[in-house]
């Protein structure tokens, strides 16, 4: 069985003109994907089904369940009936997350905290990010207007999230796109890890709204630089503040505010902020 296409055409009516017209638009795929480690079931996602490879590696890293991808021994990508499993076997014995912080619960398209059991768990705390790494006004605009250009499924249905990483010396080095906005940064960090690419030395950009979920998985990827294109929830930016990181949100081709950390960013030229 083969997996699906991450695009599907759908035949619609359109209203132009006050009158219906047959025709067709492009959309993006939505599927059921679980994460399985050591034939134990752990998680399921609805995504849209590419780059499962990178979301299986950076979900596994993102949530504890690993510490770097060679503590995936094996990852098969199996096309069932009803969805794609993400089969993982462990080297080592699974971490107190995986035991601890099982979802239960098939989690929607846009929620990042599906299956928590306690309000602890959701508001755990987050990973601390190290190091004074800091960019330029103008380095936070070269990653936002960099990120366009690397989502062809976007342009294609209009409907899908990004996340990318940049750096000054190389540009955008790795993006990756979902329906959902949590998938899509686990897909990125999962696609930097399998490259063995640090994120401690440039900018994650990101389509979405800042939710605390965003932040955590951004902090435990050492990410100094936060930067999004819409705003951050007051416990975004209040966990962006406990962990070190620099939050740059409702980014826009004249400027961006900054919500928490402001050292991190220098003045610099191609940027107005109010």
């Known amino acids: 069985m083969s997996l699906p296409p ?25 599927t059921a994907v679980a994460f399985t480690y050591d034939r134990t079931a752990h998680a399921v996602m609805l995504a849209t089904p590419a780059d499962l490879e990178d979301f299986a590696v950076g979900f596994s890293l993102n949530e504890g369940i690993v510490s770097s991808p060679a503590e995936i021994r094996e990852l098969e990508v199996l096309a069932h009936a009803d969805g794609v499993e993400l ?18 619960l098939a989690g929607p398209t846009g929620c990042g905290l599906c299956g928590i059991e306690s309000l602890e768990q959701a508001l755990r705390a987050p990973t601390p990010v190290a190091g004074e790494w800091r960019a330029t006004a103008a380095d936070v605009m070269a990653a936002l207007a960099s990120l366009p250009a690397a989502q062809p499924l976007h342009r294609e249905t209009g409907a899908v999230h990004a996340a990318g990483f940049w750096e000054p010396a190389q540009g955008l080095v790795a993006a990756r796109e979902d329906v959902g906005r949590h998938n899509a940064l686990d897909k990125l960090a999962g696609a930097l890890a399998r490259a063995s690419r640090s994120a401690a030395r440039g900018i994650l950009v990101l389509t979405s709204r800042v939710s605390v979920e965003m932040v955590q998985k951004a902090a ?19 966990t962006a503040e406990a962990a070190g990181l620099s939050l740059v949100a409702v980014a826009r081709a004249d ?5 928490a ?6 003045a610099g030229a191609a940027a107005s902020v109010a």
């Not at 990827?221 to 416990?235: C, D, K």
């Open 261 to 266: 950390h402001p050292a991190r960013i220098a």
């Open 6 to 30: 991450p695009v599907r055409r759908v035949a619609r009516e359109a209203w132009r003109g006050g009158r219906p017209g047959p025709g067709a638009r492009s959309v993006p795929e939505e």
């Open 87 to 104: 089969r993982m076997a462990l080297a080592n014995r699974p971490a107190e997350a995986f035991v601890a912080r099982r979802r239960h």
């Open 220 to 238: 435990a990827m050492g990410a100094p630089i936060v930067v999004a294109i819409s705003a951050p929830t007051a416990l975004a930016v209040r």
């Open 255 to 259: 400027g961006f505010e900054v919500f």
